[in-house]
């Protein structure tokens, strides 16, 4: 998902997704842990993930404290 994607969303999806890539990141921690996990770039993606999602919120923060 790229950025002019995200921008589409509302605050609460963004935050939703965010939460949901969180736990993803922290499962796959655990499954790299324990030898599960074979497919390591996938940490990557989800770190890219939440950077974008982190950005996107706080472009918007800005903007309204900028419009009052």
């Not at 002019?4 to 949901?20: C, V, W, Y």
């Not at 390591?40 to 996107?56: C, M, N, P, Q, Y």
């Amino acid at each position: 998902m790229n950025a002019k994607e995200l921008r589409e969303l509302s605050t609460e999806d963004i935050r939703a997704k965010l939460m949901s890539i969180r736990q993803e990141l922290m499962n796959l921690r655990f499954q790299m842990v324990t030898g599960q996990l074979t497919d390591t770039s996938r940490f990557k993606g989800a770190r890219k993930d939440i950077a974008r999602l982190e950005t996107v919120l706080s472009e918007r923060v800005r903007n309204e404290k900028e419009g009052k």
